[in-house]
């Protein structure tokens, strides 16, 4: 199939822009809960009503009007994911003020670079080192006019300066703002080259939050006796985080935040809130995977947790295959088996997710297939998803009544697909951004007559789901001609518990090669059952039955391709590869030019 498209479920907005939910609820069902808030003494959640929630919206939207903020105006956030920037974030469109996010550790070039390019008059910041990146180039920004830091009282600043404002006042603005109006301008956190910001209408941003709430209501909405929630934890400077935070706002779903995806962070937090679904990444759910093998191993039970691994996984492919019509469903053999395992394994996965998550969704990076389906045998089921900022998060998902597993899914309603000559993946949709800020060349060159270009590489199957094989951009060729997609083989050598990153190199050399890091955590549990002592980085690394562990993954990835495409040889490298010294960017995507320079070395003893 070389196009498909899912028919819209509601047409546009015609009026109104993304504020307006949050004292539309008010309205409505004033004493409903729509937030929690952890406190940071106690370390207590307590609940925010959408009374209390528009209240402090109106009382911040006031005193940013008192401060200056005018209708139009682009204003920065620059924070972890918390309760304030949710805050700030609706306060500010409900002025018709323009947001600007910027990642948390974003270096001071890249922060002049963004608040340069769209010309930003005012910026709030979560602390002093972030005041102290501003101020190191805040000579070179005459526009900006004004910082506020959250740790230092900005909300309790702003409603004091609002005080005596009227209300009616705030609401001519929000009255003022329309779905054409601009919400944000989001900055890619790129691969390579300097960021671009794509322009996101406060339409765009609706019809794909209310599409996705609408079509995945088994995931937005809670089981009877059940209030729905979430905990937010991906970056709300990515269109992934904000997307959540948007549609938890207008789905009157109660929404929870939390700064660190960490697991020693984030499984604590998801205990005590208990949210009933979650949004992540993949690397969120390989994280309780491999924790929880872990955990059996030092039980001495990794023999029937891989059993239950394997029950779960042919347990969810015969759902999946009845789904479709091409099997019966499980066997009462598998029935009687999978019950067994639920007491005994899966339980103990679900609980370690706060015990109330049925389904979450997956996005930013491919899944492993397998992953997937033990996920839905345990009781939890993942709608893997694909999309990207230009078109305001997802354009396609797995259907809640018809999942297959390694796959992105079927393009969300009011959306279409297309493959094209090339094996690109073209996308159309009310959800397409408006083009990149001040750049109508980098614009011109990806929207082509209604088709968003995406610079993915993807096939449809016959059902129009579709399957990311990897990015034009970071195909690489050989010294004897051979293209070779270095995503796939990546991420299987990424399965093995042991090994955190893995980079294929290759282009312009006679074979492919990799470079792989290690998981510290994973690493120190595997020395532990084998009494092997803890040695530095750089001696570990050459340990032989290491490097025999990460040659079968190797050799497990090597599997999916042909010879001429398969990994010959490896380096494992003492440390991983970090945001801080420009190797990642913020979603942790790898930067592979960046990667292949610092390990120069590494790549050239990779061809002798």
């Given at each position: 199939?070389?196009?498909?498209?899912?028919?819209?479920?509601?047409?546009a907005p015609r009026a109104g822009g993304l504020a307006d939910a949050v004292f539309d609820h008010a309205a409505e069902d004033p004493p409903r809960v729509v937030l929690g808030r952890k406190s940071e003494e106690t370390g207590l959640w307590r609940d925010v009503t959408a009374a209390a929630f528009r209240d402090e919206v109106l009382a911040v939207a006031k005193g940013l009007l008192a401060q200056g903020v005018r209708f139009g105006d682009r204003v920065a956030l620059m924070s972890r994911t918390r309760y304030e920037w949710t805050l700030l974030d609706f306060a500010l469109w409900t002025v018709g003020a323009q947001v600007v996010p910027l990642y948390p550790t974003s270096s001071a070039e890249q922060v002049f670079w963004m608040l340069h390019d769209a010309q930003v008059t005012a910026v709030v910041v979560e602390h002093e080192d972030h005041a102290m990146t501003v101020g190191s180039v805040?000579?070179?920004?005459?526009?900006?006019?004004?910082?506020?830091?959250l740790d230092g009282d900005a909300v309790g600043e702003l409603t004091r300066a609002g005080r005596d404002l009227d209300d009616e006042v705030v609401h001519r603005h929000r009255r003022a703002v329309t779905p054409s109006s601009v919400a944000t301008v989001i900055y890619t956190s790129g691969t390579t080259g300097r960021p671009k910001g794509c322009v996101l209408s406060h339409a765009n941003l609706m019809f794909e939050v209310d599409t996705v709430v609408r079509r995945w209501e088994p995931v937005f909405r809670s089981r009877r006796g059940d209030e729905a929630s979430t905990l937010l934890f991906l970056p709300l400077a990515h269109v992934f985080g904000r997307m959540v935070q948007i549609a938890a706002i207008r789905g009157?779903?109660?929404?929870?935040?939390?700064?660190?995806l960490s697991a020693a962070a984030l499984l604590p937090d998801l205990a005590a809130?208990?949210?009933t679904f979650f949004l992540a990444v993949p690397y969120v759910f390989e994280?309780?995977?491999?924790?929880?093998?872990?955990?059996a191993e030092r039980e001495g039970r990794a023999g029937p947790f891989d059993k239950a691994v394997d029950v779960a996984v042919k347990y969810a492919e015969a759902l999946e295959a009845r789904a479709f019509g091409t099997g019966p469903g499980p066997s009462a053999g598998l029935r009687v088996q999978h019950q067994l395992f639920d007491k005994l394994v899966y339980a103990k996965v679900r609980e370690a997710l706060g015990g109330r998550v049925r389904h979450a969704m997956s996005g930013g990076s491919a899944m492993d297939r397998r992953l997937g389906l033990f996920f839905a045998g345990a009781g939890v089921t993942v709608f893997e998803g694909y999309g990207l900022t230009e078109c305001s998060a997802a354009a396609t998902a797995n259907p809640p009544e018809r999942t297959r597993y390694g796959t992105v899914g079927q393009a969300v309603p009011g959306t279409a697909v297309r493959i094209a000559d090339d094996g690109e993946v073209w996308l159309r949709g009310d959800h397409v951004f408006q083009g990149y800020l001040n750049d109508p060349e980098a614009t011109d060159a990806v929207l082509r007559d209604?088709?968003?270009?995406?610079?993915?590489?993807?096939?449809?199957?016959e059902d129009g789901y579709l399957t990311i094989t990897g990015r034009k951009k970071e195909i690489l060729v050989t010294s004897g001609g051979k293209s070779v997609s270095p995503s796939r083989l990546e991420e299987r050598v990424r399965d093995h518990p042991l090994v955190a990153q893995c980079v294929v190199v290759g282009n312009d050399r006679p074979y492919v090669a990799a470079l792989v890091t290690l998981d510290a955590e994973a690493v120190d549990h595997w020395l532990a059952l084998r009494d092997k002592p803890r040695l530095p980085p750089a001696e570990l690394v050459r340990d032989p039955d290491l490097e025999t562990e990460v040659r079968r993954a190797v050799v497990a990835a090597n599997t999916l391709v042909s010879q001429a495409e398969s990994i010959r040889t490896f380096r494992i490298l003492a440390h991983q590869f970090t945001e801080e010294h420009g190797l990642l960017?913020?979603?942790l995507k790898l930067k592979r030019k960046a990667i292949e320079e610092a390990y120069a070395a590494e790549v050239e003893a990779l061809y002798p």
């Open positions: 199939m070389r196009e498909f498209t899912n028919p819209p479920l509601a047409s805040v000579d070179r920004l005459p526009l900006l006019r004004r910082l506020w830091q009157r779903v109660k929404l929870g935040h939390q700064p660190s809130f208990r949210p994280k309780v995977f491999h924790a929880a093998r872990r955990t209604g088709w968003l270009a995406t610079g993915d590489l993807g096939s449809l199957d960017t913020p979603s």
